[in-house]
């Protein structure tokens, strides 16, 4: 069964200071990897898109990268701000099944001062 | 503005009345889908529409209907709410059925239901 697992599940951090979010998958055959913000009771935006050949892929404070051999994602956020606030989730998408995406279940992340 | 409207936001019904939860995309998108999200679980996808006229079971279908009639709309019907369909609905929607191509999914705002 497909499958998207992010860690941690929730996270908190002060002002300022950088993350890194996990994100493992077994999703296959895999198409490319995306990872979202979700602020509380609004809809995912797209950080990032990287398919099987990018290993890493910028989004201003926001660096996503992949390691297709080990199924893993990271996503760095540098020089966190309260607007950081959010859930992060990771999504996978497999190929050839008409943009099939698996969910994680998202990290909560919160800045505070 | 390219975006996803969903109607209603926040819905509360009784168990057996039907509903639909209307979604509207401007992008000129070909696929549209639903979700619906859940407190320890990811999305899981309900229906998904590769084009006019064609919509196909997701992950959770039992429980609702789709149609699509018009590119642009994709509503969500629910003929006899059951309390376990409470939760936070999700449309979507983005070029392309083909997911070799990496492609962009908008999401709507949300509604959020509540089945007593």
């Known amino acids: 069964k497909n499958q998207v697992e992010q860690s941690p599940q929730s996270l908190i951090i002060l002002e300022g200071k950088n993350c890194t979010l996990q994100?493992?998958?077994?999703?296959?055959?895999?198409?490319?990897l995306r990872w979202y913000k979700q602020d509380t009771g609004r809809g995912p935006v797209s950080l990032t898109i990287m398919t099987f050949s990018e290993n890493t892929k910028s989004n201003g404070r926001y660096t996503a990268t992949l390691d297709a051999d080990t199924k893993q994602s990271s996503l760095h956020i540098t020089a966190s701000q309260l607007s950081d606030s959010a859930s992060y989730i990771c999504?996978?998408?497999?190929?050839?099944?008409?943009?099939?995406?698996?969910f994680g279940t998202g990290t909560q992340l919160k800045v505070e001062l | 503005e390219a975006q996803v409207t969903q109607n209603p936001r926040y819905l509360i019904t009784v168990t057996g009345k039907k509903l639909t939860v209307t979604c509207s995309q401007n992008?000129?998108?070909?696929?549209m889908s639903w979700y619906r999200q859940d407190p320890g679980l990811g999305l899981r996808q309900i229906y998904y529409?590769?084009?006019?006229?064609?919509?196909d079971k997701g992950d959770v279908p039992e429980g609702y209907k789709v149609s699509r009639k018009e590119k642009r709309n994709f509503p969500l019907i629910l003929e006899s709410p059951s309390p376990n369909q409470t939760s936070l609905y999700f449309c979507a929607s983005s070029f392309k059925g083909d997911s070799l191509v990496g492609t962009e999914a908008f999401f709507g705002q949300g509604t959020r239901l509540t089945v007593v």
């Open positions: 992008m000129n998108h070909e696929y």
């Open positions: 529409s590769m084009n006019v006229e064609v919509t």
């Open positions: 994100c493992n998958y077994t999703v296959s055959p895999f198409s490319n």
């Open positions: 999504v996978v998408s497999e190929a050839g099944g008409g943009n099939k995406l698996t």
